[in-house]
């Protein structure tokens, strides 16, 4: 099956920074690599998504890029604000509609110092 | 609009006891799923249901059961519960159109 690596665990920047978080996967066969945020307490929300036929999408300030033949993608955080503290989750999957197996992440803990 | 909503969110179990939770959704979703997570290990699919009257192991299905109720409804048995089934569980829908998942609030569940 499907297994999705994610790195850092942990990741502190300063506000008004980047951050990136990174994802490798093992099924070539994965099409669909979406990514969730997880405020503390709350549930996992998606924030952004991405299929194999672009290589990159934005959306404000943050952004995904994904390469198929290295099997990783990537999110983006520009300008980083407090509001963004939160764990952050990738995924993957075959398909991306309705009844995919989607494949997480070990999740990364984002924390933006003032 | 509720969107998923999931019972109980807090409960205490002892080794060998057994519970159902529950989930219910109210966006018209065919999919549905049950994910556990745990600290470190992100969040793993103990099994879906990608149509009405379907159902499929995922990862970690050992020690679960589900039940499709209906096209709302998808509930999560744990017949003999054991420390390591400890974690939050949430469920999720998606419809047919995208992959988005939409979580309910999540379920503590302790074994002691």
């Known amino acids: 099956g499907e297994n999705v690596e994610q790195h850092p665990s942990t990741l502190s920047v300063q506000e008004g920074d980047s951050a990136v978080i990174k994802c490798t996967y093992s099924?070539?066969?994965?099409?669909?690599f979406p990514w969730y945020k997880q405020e503390l307490g709350k549930r996992p929300q998606l924030i952004i998504d991405?299929?194999?036929?672009?290589g990159e999408k934005k959306d404000q300030r943050i952004a995904v890029t994904l390469n198929k033949t290295a099997k990783h993608f990537s999110l983006h955080i520009t300008e980083t604000q407090p509001e963004d503290s939160a764990v952050y989750f990738c995924?993957?999957?075959?398909?991306?509609?309705?009844?995919?197996?989607?494949?997480f992440g070990t999740g990364t803990q984002l924390k933006v110092e003032l | 609009n509720a969107g998923v909503t999931q019972t109980p969110k807090f409960q205490v179990l002892k080794t060998g006891q057994s519970m159902t939770l529950q989930c219910a959704q109210d966006?018209?979703?065919?999919?549905m799923y049950w994910y556990r997570q745990d600290p470190g290990m992100g969040l793993r699919l103990i099994y879906y249901?990608?149509?009405?009257?379907?159902?499929d192991k995922g990862e970690v299905p050992n020690g679960y059961n589900v039940s499709r109720l209906n096209k709302r409804e998808f509930s999560l048995r744990l017949e003999s519960a054991a420390p390591s089934q400890t974690s939050v569980y949430f469920c999720?829908?998606?419809?047919?159109?995208?992959?988005?998942?939409?979580f309910g609030e999540g379920s503590r569940l302790t074994v002691l």
């Open positions: 249901s990608a149509s009405e009257g379907t159902t």
């Open positions: 999720a829908s998606s419809g047919s159109q995208t992959g988005e998942l939409f």
């Open positions: 966006m018209n979703h065919n999919s």
């Open positions: 099924d070539s066969a994965s099409n669909y």
């Open positions: 991405i299929r194999s036929n672009v």
């Open positions: 995924a993957a999957s075959v398909g991306g509609g309705g009844g995919n197996k989607l494949t």
